[in-house]
């Protein structure tokens, strides 16, 4: 499958890199950077192009230089204040309007690196402007031309938009969704209902405290008492001049959350609010004057799926959103543990906790996958690009609609894969900074309760998986009738060998021949054919002794299907990363260690399914698995010393990295006492200081009241 972001020039010369990337300050950290095998600028410009990174320059500058953006060490801020403090700076985004229509079009990545480098400041501003110009605005863009005022609307913040679809009572079982739309012929309007208070929208991102408008998700009722399925409306919620609610509207904000607290998530209950027929996005179906439902999919589950459509664009985002978050955790990690001295050969020499074993192989498999994970969101990014083409030209070929599923399988695993993997990072990052980690003001609290529901929103990892291993089973007909197919992005297409892959036996004679990542990439091959064809015998038998359909999928969940998406994904990443990193026109420069990056994270991936391995029979002896093991710790070991480089060639300014241990001075304690020093009445004595110094404890005086 051929790499779909190609390989780029290195652009320019070592003065215009420079000129891009100034230098960082001297310090305990020039000691790695020197060691580093490769050029860090190099790299940055050959991994981003000149373009985006004078992107990501110019949003990083503004936001530095803006005083609505400034940090201020050690304040504490109410959640009102803080939700205040994101709708301003939100606001501050539409000023700054960094990205012409043109520019975005001329480069859709730009729009992915917008996102990017918002949400490295903070995900709160980030997140609640792409719901509303992204996700709220996306949808109503996608709908018919009728809305083009609305648009305006939207993008001039005449509005604020939010996204409803998730209730009280049900969010990852969508077909469950209770609010109705209701049409009214005599009125030509709908009637939006919440039966109960278990279906009141919520959690909605943006609805807590501003939004006016909601896409609201509902059961479609005709006149005739027929329900047409879930569909999509427009609701004003709030009045744009007092940002009360809007009559028959009950609206608030659902409270404190574990992370993004600048964002003010909310429900919604709708008593017969009555919206006029045009505001239905028609984008799956519509209603005529007369109450007769119309729609271009004449199959009920090719409706759904469409209903559901603009889900993939989050669970794309998110699978990159997920890689920014692991970036800015091992920024901060990678640095400290090059900084940070413990122990040592002699009482007189402490070294630098990252020339231990254990420190290397607690993060580098994890800066390995970040490079991985980053360049297939991108890749990801690019083919959902094309698909998009597509819809807006209004494409019905055969390939539009086999790209669609093959994106939303591999969407539906990306999104699990990145986010957890940074969920994991971010607490090995926060353990491997000891207890400076655990100190909020180097971030990396931050960062894991920001990351965290990416695990769960725009659909639960563990029941999206499922999605992608029902497309993976979807092929095992052909395979079984050895009928030939292909998708459109190929990565399904080694399925073809399956009779052949099933039979494969593991290869390498030893540590060195594992050092590449074609060797997991051809154990992962197996391990996914192998997870097929057990899969596939395990849902039959079940069928066989008699469950029904829902049962015998439930029972094959864990060990199986689970396993089969999980596998499969890492194995599609795997393949792009490997295909990218193999790429003859790769300068001579920055192949070996990107090679080493995608052989640590294959091979590193792959050892978590050892027991799989030996059970399927693909590796056998106690060889096999030492081999994989001591490669992963050789790979470590060559990787240490590039480590800082690499986390160079991706960690934002300290500004937006904002964590004293992670700046890239690599003046540890320096920096953290100018932080600590910062903070508000750090050395006064307590406002109480009088409960301790005056009013004395009567020792046991309420033990009779036990
Ligand atoms: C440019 C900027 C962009 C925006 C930037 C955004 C930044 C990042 C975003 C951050 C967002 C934060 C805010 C969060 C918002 C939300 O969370 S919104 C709510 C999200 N809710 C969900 O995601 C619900 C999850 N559940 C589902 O999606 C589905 O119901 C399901 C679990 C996937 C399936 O349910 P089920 O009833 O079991 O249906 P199936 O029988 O499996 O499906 C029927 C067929 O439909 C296909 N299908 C389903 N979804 C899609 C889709 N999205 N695309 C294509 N196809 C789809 C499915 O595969 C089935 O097809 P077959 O296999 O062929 O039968
Ligand atoms: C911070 C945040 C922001 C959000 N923003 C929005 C928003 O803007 N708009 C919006 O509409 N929604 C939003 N959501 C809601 C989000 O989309 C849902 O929480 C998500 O889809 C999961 O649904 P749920 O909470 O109902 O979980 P449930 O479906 O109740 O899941 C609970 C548990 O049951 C398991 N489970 C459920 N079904 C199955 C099954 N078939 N097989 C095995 N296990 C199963 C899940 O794995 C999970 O562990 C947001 C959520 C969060 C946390």
């Known amino acids: 499958m051929a790499p779909t972001l190609s390989v780029k020039e290195t652009t320019g010369n070592q003065s215009s890199w420079n000129t891009l990337l100034p230098d960082f300050p001297k310090g305990p950290l020039s000691k790695y950077r020197k060691k580093a095998s490769f050029n860090w600028k190099e790299m940055a410009v050959f991994l981003d192009g000149e373009d985006i990174i004078r992107l990501k320059n110019r949003i990083f500058s503004a936001l530095e230089n803006d005083p609505f953006f400034a940090r201020h060490a050690g304040e504490e801020l109410s959640r009102e204040k803080y939700q205040e403090l994101t709708f301003l700076r939100c606001k501050r985004l539409f000023e700054y309007d960094f990205l012409t229509q043109q520019e975005i079009i001329e480069n859709p990545l730009k729009i992915l690196n917008l996102v990017i480098c918002i949400g490295m400041y903070d995900w709160s501003p980030c997140l609640q402007f792409f719901l509303h110009c992204g996700v709220f605005g996306g949808t109503v863009l996608s709908a018919s031309k009728r809305f083009a005022d609305f648009v305006k609307k939207i993008?001039?913040?005449e509005i604020f938009g939010c996204f409803a679809l998730t209730e009280l009572s049900h969010g990852t079982n969508t077909k469950g969704i209770r609010t109705t739309a209701t049409f009214d012929h005599n009125t030509q309007e709908f009637i939006i209902n919440s039966p109960d208070f278990e279906a009141a929208k919520f959690w909605v991102g943006n609805m807590g405290k501003h939004a006016t408008h909601a896409v609201v998700y509902a059961q479609l009722y005709t006149p005739d008492g027929q329900c047409q399925g879930l569909h999509s409306?427009?609701?004003?919620?709030?009045?744009?001049?007092?940002?009360?609610p809007m009559p028959g509207v009950m609206v608030g904000d659902i409270g404190?959350?574990?992370?993004?607290?600048g964002l003010d998530n909310g429900f919604a209950m709708f008593h017969n609010?009555?919206?006029?027929?045009?505001?239905?996005?028609?984008i799956t179906g519509d209603v005529s004057p007369?109450?007769?439902?119309?729609?271009?999919?004449?199959?009920v589950k090719d409706r759904f799926s469409a209903a559901l459509g603009s889900l993939s664009t989050g669970r794309i985002l998110i699978t990159a959103v997920s890689a920014t978050n692991l970036k800015l955790a091992l920024s901060i990690a990678i640095r400290f543990s090059a900084t940070r001295r413990q122990f040592g050969p002699t009482d007189e020499e402490e070294i630098p906790v990252i020339e231990y074993q254990t420190q290397q192989w607690r993060l580098l498999p994890y800066l390995a996958a970040a490079y991985a994970l980053d360049y297939f969101s991108k890749s990801l990014f690019e083919n959902f690009v094309e698909f998009y083409a597509g819809l807006l030209t209004k494409q019905k070929s055969q390939r539009q609609a086999d790209l669609g599923r093959e994106i939303h399988?591999?969407?539906t695993a990306s999104k699990p894969l990145s986010s957890w993997t940074a969920q994991q990072a971010a607490q090995e990052c926060r353990e491997a900074c000891g207890g400076h980690g655990y100190l909020a003001m180097n971030r990396l609290g931050e960062i894991r309760n920001d990351n965290d529901p990416n695990c769960t929103y725009e659909g639960d990892n563990n029941v999206l998986l499922q999605q992608t291993s029902n497309y993976l089973m979807s092929w095992m007909n052909c395979i079984r009738n050895k009928v030939p197919f292909e998708s459109p992005l190929g990565t399904i297409n080694f399925l073809q060998d399956y009779h052949h892959i099933i039979g494969w036996k593991f290869k390498a004679n030893s540590v060195d021949d594992c050092m590449d990542s074609s060797v997991p990439l051809a154990a992962y091959k197996w391990l996914v054919c192998y997870l097929l064809r057990e899969s596939d015998l395990k849902l039959r038998k079940e069928k066989q002794s008699g469950h029904s359909d829902f049962e015998a999928k439930n029972n094959c969940q864990v060990y199986y299907c689970r396993s089969l998406a999980i596998a499969f994904v890492e194995q599609t990443v795997l393949q792009r990363y490997h295909d990218y990193t193999h790429d003859p026109d790769i300068p001579s420069t920055l192949q070996p260690v990107l090679k080493n990056l995608s052989a640590l994270y294959g091979l590193w991936s792959l050892s978590k399914h050892l027991a799989v391995l030996y059970q399927g029979g693909y590796v056998s002896g106690e060889q096999v698995g030492r081999f994989i093991?001591?490669?992963i710790l050789e790979l470590c070991s060559r990787l240490k010393d590039d480590a800082v480089a690499l986390v160079d060639v991706f960690a934002p300014p300290d500004f937006i990295l904002n964590s004293p241990i992670g700046k890239a001075s690599g003046e540890l304690y320096k920096n953290m006492w100018a932080e600590i020093l910062q903070g508000n009445k750090v050395l006064n004595r307590p406002s109480w200081w009088a409960e301790f110094c005056i009013n004395k404890p009567v020792t046991g005086r309420l033990s009779s009241r036990l």
Request: hydrophobic residues 35%.
């Open 629 to 631: 093991q001591n490669a």
């Open 256 to 261: 404190k959350k574990i992370g993004q607290n």
């Open 233 to 244: 409306f427009l609701v004003q919620i709030r009045d744009t001049k007092t940002l009360l």
């Open 409 to 411: 399988a591999l969407s």
């Open 273 to 282: 609010v009555r919206i006029p027929k045009e505001n239905i996005l028609n």
């Open 290 to 299: 007369e109450g007769k439902y119309s729609s271009s999919f004449t199959d």
């Open 155 to 157: 993008y001039n913040m």
